[in-house]
């Protein structure tokens, strides 16, 4: 996830800001710049790559300044390049920008821009803003206000920092959902993403609010809120180590990342999925190939593999389109029929998946049309498919998959949604795919609120020899995650299949102490779930079951209740139960003493067949 970083003080502007940025290289990066005043205008110095790229040109041009401001990248929109790295000018180059998070309507403002005769350096939503900026200091001449006025014509989730080269000491800062810190010194003062930039020099910060805008100097920091009235600083002591601050104090990686799904969702589907629920997924297809699909064949491993599943439940139930869905591993072994209308999907997280990677060459030599659905930017999958939609999850650093998985369904949910435009789609589901959809981020809140309540059903089962997970239709997909999380992290053997296969085999393993966790999110097969977990209970087995909150008739059989928001849609209500389950593996393996962030055997990236 991109990281921001400013200064302005006593002390050597640029080395205070690079050094800020190096405090968040743990976060992911995959390109640098910083911008300070210098002379009468202000120089920009960026690069791709490695933060070493950037420090060689630091070292050349040897900066002095008392006022900086620093920007690593993670590429969402444009490739990782010197041109789209940050900071970016306007169109007189006055005001330099960085900015995190994404601009949903860079492409409507981009052509207005240009119309009134802007020319671009970059592919970034990031120059957009900047030129809107800039149109807005021509007629105010303070950059506070062009600041104010500029974020009033920009719709999506971001934060942002403006220098402008006629106020040398003053840095203005936006924040709208994306997060962003003041750090308050004496005789100084700092601004960055996140708490770890600022530790090595302030444990005062205030975590600016949702549409605050701050207007900082060396001796002083004016904050309002979005009506423009001025806040009272109240800043609050970090007694963090650096270690726990890079992890935004939660214990580890993996939990960090679970928590980060609502806004992971809110990111991927940000303009994508507009208000009036339609879907809008620039350069990837024309109207024509969309509608000339006819069939879907989902490539991918592990998590994503199950990303697929669920995707696999939307498409054929929503429009009747038959998908198919494929181990990378298994696809090139298993002579694949692929036809010229077939859709090949390729999902992966890392995009360096060599099975995934060999398997999306061989659907090529087939001449299939090929989408990948990657979150890293400029990664070999992504560089070979045809197309690519990024889930934007931002960096995902624990070995265990969680915000890309959720990530990755939303993105299926968008294809899905794209898909229906051309087809006799049934109106009614794509009306609740749609809404849930758009609700997905804050029912993600509810069930992350909920944790609590799981921490202590895992405390009280987490001595199981073996766990079952099982459900039905979506659910069965969900349960498929659900179990790796658990074999990943806490190393319990786990079965996880169609509730209704128990009896044709499984069963036999089920005794005292078993577990089996169900989840069941569809009301069309509740009586038939609620029969087998009585099969389950019969035999001696415990039972944990995910449930919507209005389910009292199976929270009766169950002997542990995890409860989540009612859902209208099938799958996504089942990728919601994925949310409990991923913290369940996570509090079991909490309590077992297991390595989480780095289990035993396992590599974040499989780069071997
Ligand atoms: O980077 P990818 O999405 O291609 O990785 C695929 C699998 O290796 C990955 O999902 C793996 O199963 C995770 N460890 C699951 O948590």
Redesign the pocket.
Known sequence: MCGIAGYVGPREAVTVVFDQITRLEYRGYDSAGVAYKNGDGIKVLKRAGKLSNLKQLLDSEKPKAQMAIAHSRWATHGGPTDQNAHPHFDQHELIAVIHNGIIENYYELAQELKARGHTFKSETDTEIAAHVIGEEYEITGSLADAVRRGVKRLRGAFAMVAICKNEPDTLVAVRNASPLILGIGSGENFLASDIPALLPYTREVVVMEEGDLAVMTRDRIRLEDAQGKEKLIQPMHVDWNIESAEKGGFEHFMLKEIHEQPDAIRQCLSGRLLKDGGVQLLNCFSDEEWKSFERVVVI?????YHAGLMGKQMIESVLRVPVEVIYASEFRYNNPILRPADLVIV???????ID?LVALKLAKEHRAKTLGIVNVVGSSIARECDEVLYIQAGPEIC???TK?YSAQVATLALVCLQMARKSAADQEKIFNLTRELQRLPNLMETCLERESQIAEIANQIHRAPLMFFLGRGADVAACMEGA??MK?IAYIPTQESPAGEMKHGPLALVESGVVAVFASTNPLTREKVISNIKEIKARGGTVAAIIFDSDEQTAHEADFVIRIPHVDSPPIGAALSVLPMQLLAYHVARLKGCEIDQPRN?A???TVE
């Open positions: 991918a491993c592990g998590t994503a999902i992966s997280q890392s995009g360096e998946t995934t070995v265990a998959s890309a790796l999380k990943e396992l974040k990236s499989v």
